[in-house]
């Protein structure tokens, strides 16, 4: 039998092994644990590993793959992941059937890293399945693409579009003349970053179960807990030290992070996107303190204003306290945090720093232009010059983005939510925050939104983790996709 020349196809088999072999590792953990679920995650990874073993070997690399064919491998991945991700939750009986949609919604949140839950008695989940959940962060963190793209020699043509799509942000540094290596060495970082958090959480405390786990969802920059009330289960401050620090790294460039452990610190001199989102997280942090001073005691202001500020500042999600709770002023500020998100190239979602950076000179530049409109003043950020094409696909990506929210809060306000939710919750899921403001506040999940209305947010999470242009070049590379097989049949018959 001929195989098919369809690289996402390609892609998402590739992507299912993977997920394959995290519900084997998990089952591991489960039988190690006694607490059940091992049979549901074994039986999981088989579905898992026949389907993915189907597509990938069924499949090969289309001769004629661009942009739009590698940016629907990077979408179509991300369904098959998600779909294959909620079996766990099913077969372990955790989330009945009936509740498919619930379980869908689990295993979308973690894989985009957004970190929001319709969970509510974490003591009744089995570890394994939770371990589990904490790795589909882990593996969605820097991308299943870029896993794709070191073990598929064959990928070498567009490869960068995939590291592109997958990565967080505008551009893709390369870090090597080949697209595998420059995979490997963005993994080998990220799970060296991974084995430091959980060390330094595991001398904190914490047990080995929980360092682990909590050190995949902090290096994803995902937010996912073991516990219902989060980080505030430990009420450790060295503990929260150690998530601030991993949090604040993995919110930023990973590509940069490389070049600094190569070619030393000054490599986060010439990055004025670290500046700037340094920048943003401390100022919110100062503003936190000054308007909740007479609210909250001076050590837990602090505390609990840091804590969010790079939380909510890097899209994590992790949580101390309720903070809505808080002043309606404070609480705006944490919803800025979630819109603007991480820097790009970072774990992290969000606009990013950097789309930020280039509007605000983008329309720092319109209002010299509107005073001199014969001058030629390019676009610069710090010694580099912007291009005008790249400036525009920034401005087009923040007006796309903003709009995209409004859509979905107008839409989830229309089926019944209280419009603080709704808007709030719009904003999280597009910037796959975590928690929202109103019912959706950190303490609570979010089964407060009607089914229907967390299919919407699901579409909105997996809009922001694909950056909304890959998710649109899925759907034209699928048409045309199918246009072509229609064709083919034609020519045949």
């Known amino acids: ?23 084997l590792l998990s089952a591991v953990v489960a039988v190690i ?40 491998s990077v979408a179509w991945s991300w369904v098959a992941v998600s779909v294959a991700g909620a079996l766990p939750f099913l077969l372990t009986g955790v989330i009945p ?20 839950t319709i969970l509510s008695d974490f003591s009744s989940v089995p570890q394994g399945l939770l371990f589990f ?32 799509s997958e990565s967080p942000g505008p551009t893709a540094d390369r870090l090597s003349l080949k697209v595998r290596d420059t995979a490997r060495r963005l993994w080998l970082l990220y799970g060296a970053a991974t084995v430091l958090i959980a060390g330094c959480l595991l001398a904190a405390g914490m047990s080995i179960f929980d360092a682990a786990t909590h050190a995949f969802t902090t290096v994803a920059t995902g937010g996912y807990s073991t516990y219902g009330d989060s980080i505030a289960h430990f009420d450790s401050i060295l503990v929260e030290a150690i998530l601030i620090l991993g949090m604040l790294y993995c919110g930023a460039n990973f590509s940069t992070h490389w070049h600094a452990a190569t070619e030393g610190v000054g490599a986060y001199r010439r990055v004025s996107e670290i500046r700037w989102y340094l920048w943003i997280i401390f100022s919110a942090f ?59 190239g970072s774990t992290a979602g969000g606009m990013k720093v950097l789309r930020l ?18 001058a030629v003043i390019p676009i610069r950020m710090g010694r580099s010059t912007i291009e005008e094409q790249i400036a525009a696909k920034a401005v087009g990506f923040v007006l796309l983005y903003l709009g995209l929210i409004v859509v979905g809060g107008i839409i989830l306000a229309g089926l019944g939510v209280d419009p603080v939710t709704a808007f709030s919750g719009s904003v999280s899921a597009l910037g796959n925050a975590g928690p929202a403001l109103g019912e959706a506040g950190p303490t609570n999940n979010f089964l407060v939104f009607p089914r229907a209305g967390r299919a919407v947010l699901m579409s909105l999470m997996a809009f922001g983790r694909l950056e909304v242009f890959p998710a649109m070049l899925m759907l034209v590379a699928s048409l045309r996709g199918v246009s072509q097989i229609r064709r083919h049949r034609e020519q045949l018959s």
């Not at 059940?36 to 499949?59: E, K």
């Not at 969605?140 to 995939?162: T, Y």
């Not at 994590?316 to 306290?321: I, L, V």
């Open 1 to 23: 039998m001929r195989r098919v020349a369809v690289t996402p196809v390609r892609v998402s088999g590739a992507a299912l092994l993977a997920i394959a072999a995290a519900m």
């Open 33 to 72: 644990d006694g607490g059940g679920a091992a049979s549901g995650l074994l039986v999981a990874s088989l579905i898992t590993t026949s389907v993915g073993a189907g597509l990938f070997y069924g499949s090969k690399v289309s001769p004629t793959a661009d942009s739009a064919l590698a940016f629907a």
């Open 97 to 116: 059937w009936v509740r498919f949609d619930d379980a869908l919604f689990e295993s979308v949140s973690g894989f985009t890293c957004t970190g929001s």
């Open 133 to 164: 959940r904490s790795m589909t962060q882990w593996l969605g963190g820097m991308g299943l693409i870029v896993l794709a793209v070191a073990v598929l020699p064959a990928l070498g043509i567009g490869g960068l579009e995939l590291i592109a």
């Open 286 to 344: 100062a503003l936190l303190v000054w308007v909740n001073a007479g609210e909250l005691q001076w050590t837990e202001n602090l505390r609990d204003s840091l804590f969010y500020a790079v939380s909510l500042g890097t899209s994590t999600g992790f949580g101390t306290s309720d903070y809505m709770a808080w002043m309606p002023a404070a609480q705006v500020m944490l919803l800025v945090l979630m819109l603007i998100g991480g820097m790009s």
């Open 357 to 374: 950076q280039v509007v605000f000179r983008y329309a720092f530049r319109e209002l010299l232009r509107a005073r001199h409109p014969k």
